[in-house]
């Protein structure tokens, strides 16, 4: 499930706490800040046309029975070292911000499963870890 908003550095640090750090919150969204949209300023600019069908038909794929998607043996080195960084990495930053990164191992695998069904795919190929 993706949730798109939009909230200020003033309010995050207002209603997200430490006890939402400790209890798991940070690493189960993925916030951006945004300094500015220099196309948002212009009104003579506007998006491009995005042609969405071959993404709504891996929608349909996707959702016309469960499917289970699953590594590729090609991939399993790779996410070996996904593991393993991300628990390095963990370990190693002090724990307010290690809890911003503590589920990127299980994060990416989602990712990489996304990217894998965009592509009618029940396999997560090396290609496609990567570009999670």
């Not at 491009?48 to 996707?62: C, F, K, Q, R, T």
Request: hydrophobic share 40%; with cysteine; glycine share 6%.
């Amino acid at each position: 499930m993706v949730v798109h908003s939009h909230i200020t550095p003033s309010d995050w640090a207002k209603y997200v706490g430490d006890s939402d750090a400790a209890g798991g919150s940070y690493n189960r969204i993925l916030p951006f800040l945004l300094g500015s949209v220099p196309m948002l300023d212009d009104d003579r600019l506007s998006l491009p046309n995005v042609d969405g069908g071959e993404l709504s038909d891996a929608y349909g794929w996707a959702t016309a029975r469960p499917r289970v998607i699953t590594l590729r043996e090609d991939a399993r080195p790779l996410w070996r070292i996904v593991r393993r960084y991300a628990r390095i990495l963990g370990e190693s930053l002090p724990e307010t911000q290690a809890v911003f990164i503590e589920r990127t191992a299980e994060q990416t695998l989602r990712g990489a499963a996304s990217l894998a069904a965009s592509e009618c795919s029940e396999v997560i190929t090396e290609e496609v870890l990567s570009a999670a």
